[in-house]
């Protein structure tokens, strides 16, 4: 279990957190959602001891992150936004290398780096070294390296970003294993929707402040209906067309529909009839627009 407790911090005179509480209960797993720059990752790092609070506490299995870090940090594994390794290291060993940290000695930390290397997609690169790792390898050498100890608390740091489809499909794998296994996960995004799938209750974060703390249900529950419906093509004349089905917004090459009628046939025959290619569409709901309304943004 991770418990935050009336955490705050000064970078000079700037603070950065204000106050911050909230749990990460075993068997749960606990969406942090804010803006860049909010304190998402000021908050984990504080977490896992890489960063002192000014003031307030983490606990670690009941353990202070502050007065027992080294027995605290026994209990949490960790995976920061931009992993830093030694460049010129092979994987594989510096896997051992880490491992040593815990206690592990070297002939079973190789065992358990080929193991966890290749659970995580890189069985083919162990003997690379890590400057030859893209950002997205690197991401997966990191869920590897947090799972070194068995630990049953995780934190992850904006963890979907770099990662190809395969990687984020194997994360989210992970991260329903964990919970299943009982595990306490915090993970931390600017995007409301990245979280849906996964977490049960999501905290918002706003200028250093916590602002929001929902489970997923409620935050549905708000969310207005949306038809997104990906073309070949987006042109001016598109708004238009769709304008009588309701609010039309653009994302990339995707147009989303806010209030749709609840049958898509008659969109989707307008859009052919008009010479629109549909390439896909699916139907659900606009969690982006809770996500503003709670942090009090327009967006």
């Known amino acids: 279990m991770i418990e935050i407790k009336g955490v705050s911090k000064f970078f000079g005179s700037f603070k950065a957190l204000d106050n911050v509480s909230f749990n990460v209960r075993n068997g749960e797993i606990v969406g942090y959602v804010g803006l860049n720059g909010a304190g998402k990752t000021t908050t984990i790092r504080i977490v896992v001891g890489v960063l002192n609070p000014s003031s307030g506490d983490v606990f670690i299995n009941g353990h202070s992150i502050t007065r027992e870090k080294r027995v605290a940090s026994k209990y949490i594994g960790w995976v920061p936004e931009q992993p830093i390794f030694e460049p010129d290291a092979r994987a594989l060993d510096y896997f051992v290398y880490l491992a040593g940290y815990y206690g592990i000695s070297a002939s079973e930390a190789r065992s358990l780096g080929k193991k966890l290397l290749e659970e995580v997609g890189l069985g083919h690169a162990i003997e690379l070294k890590l400057k030859e790792y893209s950002q997205g390898m690197k991401k997966r050498f990191a869920l590897a390296v947090s799972m070194i100890n068995n630990p049953d608390n995780y934190v992850f740091d904006e963890v979907l970003n770099g990662l190809d489809p395969q990687g984020i499909a194997y994360f989210r794998e992970l991260t329903l294993r964990l919970k299943k296994n009982g595990c306490a996960v915090l993970f931390s995004s600017h995007i409301l929707s990245e979280v849906e799938d996964l977490a049960d209750r999501v905290v918002f974060i706003h200028r250093g402040r916590i602002v929001g703390d929902m489970s997923m249900d409620e935050i549905k529950s708000m969310a207005k209906p949306v038809l997104r419906i990906r073309v070949e093509k987006i042109d001016d004349k598109l708004k238009d067309l769709l ?16 209030n749709p009628p609840s049958d898509p046939s008659e969109i989707l025959t307008t859009l052919l009839k008009n010479g629109y290619r549909v390439l896909e569409y699916k139907q659900g709901r606009s969690l982006e627009d809770v996500f503003f309304r709670i942090i009090g943004v327009r967006k």
Do not use: H, L, R
């Open 243 to 258: 304008s009588p089905y309701g609010k039309v917004e653009f994302e990339k090459n995707t147009v989303v529909i806010v």
